[in-house]
Structures are given as C-alpha cells and as structure tokens.
C-alpha cells in the first residue's frame, strides 16, 4: 500500500515576516521537502519490523510480502 492524501494530517503554514533574498528572487523559502525525505523509508522499516521482509522498491504490495 501507498500513502495517500488521507493519511496526511493537516498541515500549517506558517510565515516569518523577513524575506532571505538570498534563496530566490522572490525572498522566500520552504521546508516542507525537507519534512518529506525519510517518510517512505520509515514506512519501509516499519514493514520490515512488522513481517520481517525487507522491500527495497516501491510501490510495496501485498505480492513483494510473499
């Protein structure tokens, strides 16, 4: 199975009042990539620790668990 939007919570957006013209010509900046690296492999692991076999491509289905 996949995540999908419904297993996503809400999400705040939050602004600061200084802009970094450093980072792009608008001044602004995001981190929520940064939040999103590692969410597939803590899926991946918690597989891994709930079946004991460990899938190295994705998607993961049913049919790599058997």
Known sequence: MVPVNADIPD???LFVNEPD???NPLGSR???EMGMTGTIAAIANAVH???GRRVRDLPI???KLL
């Open 21 to 23: 013209p450093d980072a």
């Open 61 to 63: 289905l049913m049919e």
């Open 49 to 51: 620790h709930a079946t």
């Open 30 to 32: 995001g981190i929520g």
């Open 11 to 13: 999400i705040d957006v």
